[in-house]
């Protein structure tokens, strides 16, 4: 064969290849290009669907303030937000800083004050305590009564045996019953080894919660500082509890005699609630509570016929006359 007309077809052939490789490529960069634009555009379409519409409102925001803030990371439930159609308007002859009046069941709020103020809430952060116990404890677990749980301040089981092991729901009623500061003690270094560890438990129940103005610093309460929440964030709390069926039953408790290891063998607790001490019918929770800081504190439910309310009264100078007050005006008020 001619060597002129070999190096001829070899030139066509490497021409040929050369076509069908820009060919190639160009296919490769137009489905680069469409993959890009497909991601930018859903891009698009997620940050759209997050910075507008109902789904950004907070929260507050739903109880009228009218201004738009940024979603949270841990969006606020609706819960304790939306106002009743049928609200009650009490009149007080003393003071409370601020409250909630609302449907356990469904959250709808028939009175309010200054229900999103950040106030100390004493006693009142053992409701929190309690729900990280039963998420990690048992009924039957036995907690070791440690040093520091006997070296307690403010309230108190006082009848802690050192160096024994106690039934964990003994302790829970001894937490909720009598406000025992030794007993959050003890049940916080048994669940989380020590009480840096819980509070940590706690604080992340709360953003887990959508909690926006809640912060614990103690596992007790008995120190102000640092520690605090609102009316709003508390109804939140005061309904988990309420409808925990271990806690429903320990906060309605009015009086317990339980096994105990001591001399005698039983521990006689009494409640603190005021409206269970006084038998206002239908109670059945939650949680008093009192420091200097916080002044007097109650979280308080009850039960009318299908009508199942609870209120919440920070810094107030009267609790149990207030709370009163609130279920008599919430349970005659039609539709509430």
């Known amino acids: 064969m001619d060597l002129g007309v070999l190096q001829e077809g070899r030139l066509r052939r490497s021409v040929k290849e050369q076509q069908a490789r820009r060919r ?4 490769v960069v137009g489905f680069g290009v469409v993959l890009i634009a497909a991601g930018v555009i859903a891009l698009l379409v997620f940050m759209a669907s997050n910075t507008s519409g109902p789904t950004s409102l907070s929260r507050a925001q739903l109880g009228g303030s009218g201004r738009v803030q940024a979603k949270p990371h841990h969006p606020r439930s609706q819960y304790g937000a939306r106002l009743a159609a049928a609200r009650v308007t009490p009149h007080f002859k003393t003071r409370v800083e601020s409250g909630l009046l609302f449907d356990v069941r469904s959250g709808r709020v028939l009175w309010e004050r200054h229900r999103t103020e950040q106030v100390p809430i004493a006693s009142l952060t053992k409701m929190m305590t309690a729900l990280v116990v039963v998420a990690h404890g048992k009924p039957s677990e036995r907690v070791l009564i440690t040093r520091a749980a006997i070296d307690f301040s403010g309230s108190g089981v006082g009848l802690l045996p050192l160096h024994k092991n106690v039934r964990l729901e003994t302790l829970l009623y001894g937490l909720m019953l009598p406000s025992g500061n030794d007993a959050a003690i003890a049940l916080a270094q048994h669940v ?39 009316a709003t964030d508390l109804a939140v709390i005061a309904h988990a509890v309420l409808t925990q069926p271990r806690l429903a039953k320990i906060v309605a408790t009015r009086d317990a005699v339980l096994p105990f ?76």
Not at 199 to 211: V, Y
Request: aromatic share 8%; charged share 15%.
């Open 24 to 27: 190639r490529r160009r296919r």
């Open 192 to 230: 989380a080894n020590t009480q840096g560890r819980f509070i940590a438990m706690m604080n992340d129940r709360a953003q887990a919660m959508g909690l926006r103005c809640t912060h614990f610093t103690t596992v007790s309460g008995i120190i102000d500082q640092g520690n605090h929440s609102c």
């Open 261 to 336: 290891p001591i001399k005698g063998g039983k521990l006689f607790l009494y409640n603190n609630n005021p409206l269970l001490r006084t038998q206002y019918p239908g109670t059945d929770g939650v949680k008093t509570g009192y420091t200097l800081a916080a002044g007097r504190c109650l979280v308080a439910a009850a039960r009318h016929g299908h009508k199942w309310l609870a209120v919440v009264l920070l810094h107030s100078d009267d609790p149990p006359g207030q709370a009163v007050n609130l279920f008599n005006a919430g349970f005659a008020k039609p539709g509430a």
